[in-house]
T-cell receptor
Framework: NAGVTQTPKFQVLKTGQSMTLQCAQD?????MSWYRQDPGMGLRLIHY???????DQGEVPNGYNVSRSTTEDFPLRLLSAAPSQTSVYFC????????????FGAGTRLSVL | DAKTTQPPSMDCAEGRAANLPCNHS???????VYWYRQIHSQGPQYIIH???NNETNEMASLIITEDRKSSTLILPHATLRDTAVYYC???????????????FGIGTKLQVIP
């Protein structure tokens, strides 16, 4: 059982470039979330989705877009990368039918130069 | 969600019990206590959760005080692989059916010493 899969694991971008961080889960969870983790700041919620076609903003949504066309996939888009977006990004999925336990991916380490 | 307070760091000798405290004095009646841990550079991993009764699973035990204002995560025989950041989280009823935003604070960095 793969769980939550994130790609790529590492990425270096130049300021102004765009990219998409991929996240896929195979547990049929209705909820998916994106977090970023910076040194000394814990995990902060960027965007989340409660089902296909439904997304909402979290604590730090600026500079990021999301969409959810299928239950399995929840990509995170950086339209114009900035150095302030250098961080480690984690995707998570959960289900209200499964005690709302969040399952996290291994993370994507992004550097914006 | 209720705010939690954890010590920033703790040490534990290998083979001894690690007791990680968490204060959640503003917890409300329908909120559960969850614990996760994050081993270096990996995604957080669920450990255990509970409402008011003590809970035990293959990874740890969770002791919640009678007034529910604090809890302790116990790793009965800590190993070097238990070195990680441990997060205590309080959130509403897991079966409420709605999405619940989860706030991960700084957590407690547990260092298991050989």
């Amino acid at each position: 059982n793969a769980g939550v899969t994130q790609t790529p694991k590492f990425q270096v971008l130049k300021t102004g470039q765009s990219m998409t961080l991929q996240c896929a889960q195979d547990m049929n969870h209705e909820y998916m979330s994106w977090y970023r983790q910076d040194p000394g700041m814990g995990l902060r919620l960027i965007h989340y989705s409660v089902g296909a076609g439904i997304t909402d903003q979290g604590e730090v949504p600026n500079g990021y877009n999301v969409s959810r066309s299928t239950t399995e996939d929840f990509p995170l888009r950086l339209l114009s990368a900035a150095p302030s977006q250098t961080s480690v990004y984690f995707c998570a999925s959960s289900s209200g039918r499964a005690k709302n336990i969040q399952y996290f991916g291994a993370g994507t380490r992004l550097s914006v130069l | 969600d209720a705010k939690t307070t954890q010590p920033p760091s703790m040490d534990c000798a290998e083979g001894r019990a690690a007791n990680l405290p968490c204060n959640h004095s503003t917890i409300s009646g329908n909120e559960y206590v969850y614990w996760y841990r994050q081993i270096h550079s990996q995604g957080p991993q669920y450990i255990i959760h509970g409402l008011k009764n003590n809970e035990t699973n293959e990874m740890a035990s969770l002791i919640i005080t009678e007034d529910r204002k604090s809890s302790t995560l116990i790793l009965p025989h800590a190993t070097l692989r238990d070195t990680a950041v441990y997060y205590c989280i309080v959130r509403a009823h897991p079966y409420s059916g709605g999405y619940q935003k989860v706030t991960f604070g700084i957590g407690t960095k547990l260092q298991v010493i050989p």
